[in-house]
């Protein structure tokens, strides 16, 4: 059986009897790109590259798949405009929560995040957002569109409050609209963390205390520095390392408890698949960090391994680039 359409190349039947922690949603979409467009092939990138990861995670010591993973049908894409994809995001959410799962979502464009944080909030509704971005993304509207990729945070915080990390490019109207914001005081709705402030080095633990116990994250992948994630509809200099990320991620995670989450904006480059790697690999590491998480507060640990089936089993008949 082909498993490439899979997360991680691990067969559909591996998940009889069990219920997956985590339900993978692509939706390839970039109708409202505004520089390079593209993005619509990120969710297959990602996946197929995700085929090629190893399965077991050396720093913390376990093969996070063992949650159970499953791979949803790619969401058809529509010309309707992004109100509409939106509302097909949240529906799709609003399913995968029904279902008992949690949704992760792999981009396509940023507009797409939305949806789903509005279906997470109606399930939690004291949920916060840490949004991992290198734009603000804070335009009123853009392109004659509110629900545009470049008005996608500016959205968010009218639901929740937001954290916004690795911040370096934003205009004239966002700038003004988040200092009106922090003028605000303790009833400021958006905490910005800038890059450089970063680059500094910025406590973590500082930056977790600006959310609520429970929170939907999404990642920008250009918040990375083009150096190393150059595959991005709007890539922008000074960004931040792997490394960074991990940190602020796992400090986050490990401190609240994490509803669903998106890896968003990869915009294939033919003939380089390392960002593509490089953002599977993101995806699976949030897994397993929140996989860490949940264990220690239900003191459940992950199934053991299929039957029969190690990783090397698992993905029989799948040949590696070795």
Same mark, same amino acid.
């Given at each position: 059986?082909?498993n @490439? +359409?899979?997360?991680g ?6 998940? =009889?009897?069990?219920?997956?922690r985590?339900? #993978?949603?692509?939706v390839?979409y970039d109708?409202t790109?505004?520089y390079i467009s593209?993005m619509r092939?990120?969710?297959?990138a ?6 090629h990861m190893?399965?077991y995670d050396?720093?913390?010591?376990c093969e996070?798949?063992? %949650?159970? $993973?499953?791979?949803?049908?790619y969401?058809?894409?529509t %010309?309707l405009?992004?109100w509409?994809?939106?509302?097909r ?7 995968i ?6 949704p992760?979502?792999?981009g396509?464009e940023? @507009? ?5 944080v509005?279906?997470l909030l109606?399930a ?9 971005d *290198?734009?603000a ?5 853009y392109? /004659?569109?509110p629900?545009?990729h470049a008005?996608v945070?500016?959205?968010?915080s009218?639901?929740c409050?937001? #954290?916004q990390?690795? $911040?370096?490019?934003?205009?004239? =109207?966002?700038?003004? +609209?988040?200092?009106? &914001?922090a003028?605000?005081?303790r009833?400021?709705?958006?905490k910005t963390?800038?890059?450089?402030? $970063?680059l500094?080095? $910025?406590?973590?633990?500082?930056? #977790? @205390? @600006?959310?609520?116990?429970e929170?939907c994250?999404t990642? /920008?992948?250009?918040f +990375? ?5 150059s595959a991005?509809?709007?890539?922008e200099?000074?960004g931040l ?10 400090? %986050?995670?490990a401190?609240?408890?994490?509803v669903?989450f ?8 033919p003939?380089l #698949?390392?960002? &593509?790697f490089m953002? *599977?690999?993101l995806v699976?590491?949030m897994?397993?960090?929140?996989n =860490?998480?949940? /264990?220690k507060?239900?003191s459940k640990?992950p ?5 029969? %089936?190690?990783?090397?089993a698992a993905?029989?008949?799948?040949g590696r680039?070795?």
């Open positions: 059986m082909d @490439s +359409f899979n997360f190349g691990l067969p559909k039947q591996a998940l =009889e009897g069990a219920h997956p985590y339900s #993978v949603l692509p390839p109708l790109a505004s593209g092939g990120g969710p297959r990602i996946i197929d590259a995700s085929t190893e399965l050396h720093e913390l010591g996070p798949y063992l %949650a159970g $993973i499953e791979t949803l049908p969401m058809e894409s %010309a405009g992004p509409e994809m939106v509302k995001v949240r529906e799709a959410t609003e399913w929560l029904e279902a008992g799962r949690m992760v979502i792999l396509g940023h @507009s797409i995040t939305l949806g789903m509005q279906a109606e939690y509704p004291k949920m916060s957002v840490l949004h991992l *290198a734009h993304d804070m335009r009123d509207t392109q /004659d569109s629900y545009n008005c945070a500016r959205r968010i009218e639901l409050p937001i #954290v990390v690795g $911040i370096r490019s934003l205009c004239v =109207e966002e700038a003004e +609209f988040l200092k009106a &914001d003028s605000k005081g009833k400021a709705n958006i963390v800038y890059a450089e402030e $970063i500094r080095g $910025i406590s973590w633990d500082k930056v #977790v @205390s @600006s959310l609520t116990d929170i994250i990642v /920008d992948l250009d +990375f520095d083009p150096s190393i994630m991005t509809g709007t890539p200099p000074g390392g792997w490394h960074d990320a991990l940190g602020v991620l796992r400090a %986050a995670i401190k609240r408890r994490v669903g998106d890896v968003v904006e990869l915009c294939p480059i003939g #698949v390392a960002p &593509d953002a *599977a690999k699976y590491k897994m397993g960090y929140i =860490e998480s949940l /264990d507060k239900t640990r199934s053991k391994p299929l039957k029969g %089936a190690s990783r090397r993905r029989a008949g799948k680039n070795r």
